[in-house]
């Protein structure tokens, strides 16, 4: 009987502290707490730094757009399911298959970030649990994300951390290396949170750390120890939500 108390012992400690919070179910939870059904049956529009987007939502149909004055006419950019398009003055430009990459890629990353959490659940989204800390006296959950190269679009190598609030599951701070333009890393602390019909939006300080190739991990350690150097902000404006009927 002590003998197979003490095996009992012991698979209860070794499976026991090998379990831990399944992260895609956190992400499912911070997409609930920030807006949940309510993106997927939306138009969202907002002015980020003196340019207009707006996205349309509709199940898995989604129209993103960016208009934007230019000496030769207003640009419309489009971004829908079909592919990407630019008018100017009305008129549709012909473009390369360098600029068109370059041109859906610009605007479907603003409103990825607009957004976020939003799409983390997607079939590309690989989610890993980091562990649990606190900031600034808050409980976190610390998620990874990396993407697959299908389906993970022309950035499927950049790597992302978020911390999710372990009680109110919002996401408050993220960290992640991108490869664009020399890459490099930053990390992003949301301020200036509000909810506006439904959707939780925020505004971010963001940051750069002193070695731009050091971990994502150290980020939380140069936070607190307040040793980043805020490079910008992200200032989301005039922000309105409508909700669509099922049948729009």
């Known amino acids: 009987m002590r003998y197979h108390f003490?095996?009992?012992v012991f698979f209860v400690i070794v499976f026991g502290c090998s379990s831990h919070p399944d992260a895609e179910k956190i992400i499912n939870k911070a997409i609930e707490a920030h807006g949940g059904a309510a993106y997927d049956s939306s138009r969202i529009a907002f002015r980020f730094r003196n340019v207009h987007y707006s996205v349309e939502q509709s199940g898995g149909r989604f129209t993103y757009t960016r208009t934007f004055p230019d000496s030769l006419g207003g640009i419309t950019d489009s971004l829908t399911n079909e592919g990407f398009s630019r008018t100017i003055a009305g008129q549709p430009v012909a473009l390369t298959a360098e600029e068109d990459s370059m041109y859906s890629n610009?605007?479907?990353?603003?409103?990825y970030f607009a957004r976020l959490p939003y799409?983390?659940?997607?079939?590309?989204?690989n989610k890993s649990y980091l562990g649990q800390t606190s900031i600034n006296g808050e409980p976190y959950h610390e998620i990874e994300v990396t993407f697959d190269q299908k389906?993970?679009?022309?950035?499927y190598q950049d790597r992302y951390i978020y911390w999710i609030h372990r009680q109110d599951y919002t996401m408050d701070y993220l960290a992640y290396r991108f490869h664009v333009d020399g890459g490099g890393t930053r990390f992003r602390e949301a301020k200036n949170v509000r909810?506006?019909?439904?959707?939780?939006?925020?505004?971010y300080n963001n940051f750069g750390g002193p070695d731009m190739q050091h971990p994502l991990e150290k980020y939380e350690t140069y936070f607190k120890a307040?040793?980043?150097n805020k490079v910008s902000e992200i200032i989301l404006k005039d922000i309105r939500v409508n909700r669509l009927k099922k049948d729009e």
């Open 106 to 111: 610009s605007v479907n990353s603003v409103i």
């Open 226 to 228: 307040d040793t980043l």
């Open 151 to 155: 389906g993970g679009g022309t950035d």
């Open 6 to 8: 003490l095996w009992f």
């Open 195 to 203: 909810v506006i019909n439904g959707i939780r939006f925020a505004d």
């Open 119 to 125: 799409k983390l659940n997607d079939a590309a989204v």
